[in-house]
């Protein structure tokens, strides 16, 4: 049974769920799935609890399906919950930020290819003024997002204002007022979208925007809109604005993300699970992505970092298969035990030694992949061997759209993969390494260093995804070895993939004024180029999990500080380089990695980190997850447990 659009799912499809007919609930979520996506992903500008706060909403949706009296009034009853779902994930969030000791973690930072507004514009196709008004969309206070979204809704017929307003809890009246004021402030966000991207921009508006981080505030939404009101050469840019109601009328719902589903929802009984069927995206979107955003920015925004408002390739995948729903019978798994995460302690300044990346070290210009292998460097002491364990439990494996690891080839790679957790992973290169099966397609290729910058290599870096890694530890000789002005030179060539792109990631002192990575951005934003997002590589020689935990802390907020872009965390371990090299063992590894990645959960800026890395060893020192023989390590099991 279809939905009857704006009206809401067919009340016998309701009134069947509501008696117990799993086959009517599961048609029920499916009708119901691209709407609340739509209300929360909006509300929420494509914040990486989206996921959470969908799931939750359908938890809720499930449990109290049954006492819901009139059917026809399920539209509205799903919008309300689906709206307090997004209140108390921001109040409990406000309050999160609150509790915090680091200032500079109250402030998120928005993720290049999760943005909603760039979304938006990708997957629908938006051009001229529709394009503008989701990208002014980003200038609302963070309290009128909820309400934006369900105008929007209203807007392209999806809801009435009577579900508006009883999803608000206000009169009608009321609820004239607040989408009066917000689309006041729409209309602001449209004149300050006109006024940075004209092109000639406006002489006096330029010393503003120079001293704009890029990220759209309150306080910087006032800033522009005084200047726009008093300057006549910005009041003219914003003649020939059609009115938002005709603009946003007719336009579908955004289509659900490739991969969108709902996990862990074994937690009521019956549960329900939504798997996406989709095609790739590829050639018929042309020019899409962080590449088609930075061909876009003329005027004042094109000298500025594009990070926080370019628009990420994730953006472009278009979801145009089916939903699948059937009830998952798996219970609920044991919460694995906790590791408080350390208190914030002062930590000496560190020299961190060269990071041990997988590869071999091949001539600073080969022209070939380098070939992964953990065993560049000899060891000088072996850990000290810990006693046999019985065989433990089967390991609470947790998923997490931030987890990763790096690999190599080993044997089983597919299955230690899949065993670990890890929604994501790289080669150090463009190539696969033969990974297969469901996770598969979160690889992230790198180009490795100079003699990578090929077409083939390029090629496959298009093909692979939305993002694109670049240059391993170009600061170290036996690694890509490339001077500041060689990565700037190849640079032009890497954005031409049009992938969310990082900084090369160096193996030490990215936080460190005229370090290589300091002098490779300033030279980027001289130069007008594009860096989406800082990729990091830190390796622990204090094996206490405190004091480590409380030296990557303190290093990755020195580089959030330096540059102000999301961060990856892309090669991690407890490894000492300061007289040969020193693994510590796996019971420390793997306490580090449990406190390591709760610590990490709470800087919002870090968006994925990789573990070094998948394959472990018996008869040699190392910090790997998964020995070849298909057995995991200690290590291995705390990041099973990982998010």
């Not at 925004?301 to 798996?330: M, N, R, W, Y």
């Not at 709470?602 to 998948?614: E, I, K, M, S």
Request: charged share 20%; aromatic share 8%; with cysteine.
């Amino acid at each position: 049974m279809l939905g009857t659009g704006r009206g809401g799912p067919d009340t016998a499809m309701v009134t069947a769920a509501r008696d117990g007919d799993q086959r009517a609930l599961n048609a029920l979520v499916a009708d119901s799935l691209p709407l609340v996506y739509n209300i929360v992903g909006r509300a929420l500008n494509g914040h990486t609890d989206v996921d959470d706060v969908v799931q939750e909403t359908f938890l809720r949706v499930v449990r109290a399906l049954p006492d819901l009296r009139d059917p026809q009034a399920y539209r509205s009853w799903l919008v309300a919950i689906a709206v307090r779902q997004v209140r108390d994930h921001e109040q409990d969030r406000r309050t999160t930020q609150h509790r915090r000791a680091d200032l500079d973690t109250a402030e998120e930072v928005p993720d290049p290819a999760s943005d909603f507004a760039a979304v938006t514009i990708l997957r629908l196709g938006l051009t001229d003024q529709r394009r503008e008004v989701a990208e002014a969309t980003r200038w609302l206070d963070g309290d009128d997002q909820a309400l934006l979204a369900l105008w929007w809704l209203e807007e392209t017929g999806e809801l009435d204002r009577a579900d508006l307003a009883g999803a608000l809890g206000l009169s009608g009246r009321h609820a004239a007022v607040r989408v009066q004021r917000m689309k006041e402030q729409v209309e602001t966000g449209r004149a300050i979208v006109r006024a940075l991207r004209a092109d000639p921009g406006c002489p006096e508006l330029r010393p503003l925007v120079a001293n704009w981080n890029g990220i759209p505030s309150p306080l910087w939404r006032k800033r522009f809109a005084r200047h726009i009101r008093d300057c006549a050469v910005c009041q003219g840019r914003t003649a020939g604005l059609l009115p938002l109601d005709r603009l946003l009328s007719g336009l579908p719902l955004l289509p659900l993300p490739i991969g969108f589903a709902l996990h862990h929802l074994h937690a009521v009984p019956p549960a329900v699970e939504a798997v996406a069927h989709a095609t790739s995206w590829g050639a018929s979107h042309g020019a899409s992505g962080a590449h088609a955003a930075e061909a876009a920015r003329p005027g004042l925004l094109a000298s500025l970092p594009p990070a926080p408002v370019t628009i990420g390739g994730a953006a472009a995948v278009v979801v145009t298969g089916v939903l699948v729903f059937g009830q998952l019978t798996a219970p609920a798994p044991e919460p694995a035990s906790p590791l408080a995460v350390p208190t914030r302690t002062a930590s000496p300044s560190l020299a961190p030694p060269p990071s041990p990346s997988p590869s071999r070290t091949p001539s600073a210009r080969a022209t070939s992949e380098p070939s992964p292998s953990p065993g560049r460097r000899k060891a000088t002491r072996t850990p000290t061997p810990t006693p046999k364990a019985s065989t433990p439990p089967p390991a609470v494996v947790a998923s997490s759209p931030r987890k990763g690891v790096g690999v190599w080839k080993m044997p089983g790679l597919s299955t230690a993969f899949a065993k670990s957790g890890a929604s994501w992973y790289y080669t150090w290169s463009t190539r696969r390494e033969g990974v297969t099966g469901p996770r598969a397609d979160g690889f992230v290729p790198m180009i490795w260093g100079s003699g990578s910058v090929t077409p083939e290599n390029l090629a496959q870096a298009r093909s692979a995804g939305p993002y694109l890694l670049a240059f391993n530890e170009p600061d170290l000789p036996e690694q890509a070895n490339m001077s500041v002005e060689e990565a700037l030179s190849l640079w032009p060539k890497l954005m031409s993939a049009g992938r969310v792109l990082s900084s090369p990631s160096v193996a030490f002192g990215a936080d460190t004024p005229g370090g290589w990575l300091d002098r490779f951005m300033t030279g980027a934003k001289e130069r007008g180029y594009r860096v989406d997002f800082i990729a990091l590589h830190w390796y622990g020689a204090d094996f206490r999990t405190q004091p480590a935990v409380s030296q990557l802390k303190s290093y990755v907020q020195n580089v959030y500080k330096r540059y102000r872009k999301p961060i990856w965390l892309t090669e991690y371990a407890l490894i000492d380089f300061s007289n040969g090299t020193r693994y510590a063992s796996d019971a420390q590894q793997a306490a580090f990695v449990t406190a390591s990645t709760k610590m990490l959960a709470t800087l919002p800026y870090v968006r994925r980190y990789a573990w070094f890395g998948l394959p472990s060893s018996e008869t040699e020192p190392n910090s790997g997850l998964f020995r070849h023989d298909g057995t995991v390590t200690r290590a291995g099991r705390a990041f099973q447990a990982a998010r």
